[in-house]
Nanobody
Framework: QVQLVESGGGLVQPGGSLRLSCAAS????????MGWYRQAPGKQRELVVV???????NYADSVKGRFTVSRDNAKNTVYLQMNGLKPEDTAVYYC??????????????WGQGTQVTVSS
């Protein structure tokens, strides 16, 4: 059984910062990638950023230069530092990871989501 547990969401004023964390636990052989998606009310879930086990990243254009992803492979944890937050960043943020329980296969896992609200 694999669990992704997110933390760090909340209410922040425009221009402020938040740091999200997501820790994977369970009988994990390896984690291929970790990342963040978000879903605003009435909109589809969209990619924010993904980071591979080797450290390669892919950011959505809307967050480039404001958000920074990092990963602690030893702790199976991914972080999302969000600076310069805008009202349009308001959404539920979901952690996603591609995890192998055995060497020959992998599956996509999701966290429960954490609310980020940017408002004055």
């Amino acid at each position: 059984q694999v669990q992704l547990v997110e933390s760090g969401g909340g209410l922040v004023q425009p221009g402020g910062s938040l740091r999200l964390s997501c820790a994977a636990s369970g009988t994990i052989f390896s984690i291929n990638y970790m990342g963040w998606y978000r879903q605003a009310p009435g909109k589809q879930r969209e990619l924010v950023v993904v980071i591979t086990s080797g450290g390669s990243t892919n950011y959505a254009d809307s967050v480039k230069g404001r958000f920074t992803v990092s990963r602690d492979n030893a702790k199976n944890t991914v972080y999302l530092q969000m600076n310069g937050l805008k009202p349009e960043d308001t959404a539920v943020y979901y952690c996603n990871a591609g995890i192998s329980l055995i060497p020959t296969s992998w599956a996509s896992y999701w966290g429960q989501g954490t609310q980020v609200t940017v408002s004055s």
